[in-house]
């Protein structure tokens, strides 16, 4: 493990988001920079169903997907990423852009740790044109509020 230990994935996958959505660089290494290969898979995990879930709402509340928009804000978040991430971000963001599944999953793949920057970024741009930043970073609150009331639910048996 690592000297987070009182973390959790999904603790450790909203703090990158938070960092991604503020453009903080520490706060996105500090979310992330220390993780074992076990809690980043876990944390990849939590993230992939977050872009899930967010692509899903995208296609039900029929978003329209501002693709100039998206590209140019993964761009501005990728810079937060640790540097050796920043440009497997923004390949795999342009991937994206220009419908190259193949390409994206194929930087997206490179490593775990890039893949967990690569999803992050996703989540965050894609939320943020979703609901706005200030709306999205209240979604991560209230998903933290119920992830806890849950945790709590499951340790008392209710």
């Known amino acids: 493990m690592n000297d987070r230990t009182a973390t959790t ?13 503020d453009r903080d660089a520490f706060a996105v290494q500090r979310a992330l920079g220390a993780l074992d290969a076990d809690t980043l898979g876990e944390t990849y995990a939590v993230l992939s169903s977050l872009l899930s879930s967010t692509v899903s709402i995208m296609e039900v509340s ?12 993964a761009d501005e978040a990728a810079a937060a990423a640790p540097p050796h991430y920043e440009f497997a971000i923004v390949e795999a963001i342009r991937a994206w852009a220009r419908r190259d599944h193949n390409k994206q999953r194929a930087v997206s793949s490179r490593d775990l740790a890039g893949a967990v920057h690569v999803t992050a970024v996703f989540v965050t741009v894609l ?5 706005g930043r200030n709306a999205f970073l209240d979604v991560l609150q209230q998903f933290s509020r119920t992830l806890a009331e849950a945790t709590r639910k499951d340790l008392s048996g209710a």
């Open 127 to 131: 939320g943020t044109e979703l609901w």
């Open 9 to 21: 994935a999904a603790d450790n996958a909203l703090d990158a988001l938070r960092g991604y959505a």
């Open 62 to 73: 029929d978003t329209s997907w501002r693709v100039g928009p998206i590209v140019r804000a």
